[in-house]
């Protein structure tokens, strides 16, 4: 069996459409896109390309995400206090499991992600 590099091309791709649980949204309509260009065989690695409109919702990671911004402006908010994170264009970094707090979409954002379920 060979074993190829997956190209991140979603030129001919469709997403796959959706948006945060409704019980979770806090203002806006935070509609999202998903190309999911690669999954693991164990089930546990992903990584693709995630887009999303407007909008804040809480979020609870059970996963270690890595981000790459894309485009876009987004703001981070810790549950329990911490400074507030804003992310934008050319910004990298790392959520990892168990990070609760509020996700918000100030501009439309896209992002590379690469995400290990723990």
Known sequence: MTVLPVPFDITELAPEKGAPDPARVLSGNPDNRVWNLYTSPDGKFFSGIWESEPGAWRIEYTEHEFCHILDGVSR???AGGG???TVRK???FVIPAGFKGVWEVIE???KHYAIYEA
């Open 108 to 110: 439309r954002t896209r």
């Open 83 to 85: 400074e507030p994170m």
């Open 76 to 78: 981070i908010v810790p």
């Open 90 to 92: 050319g910004d990298a």
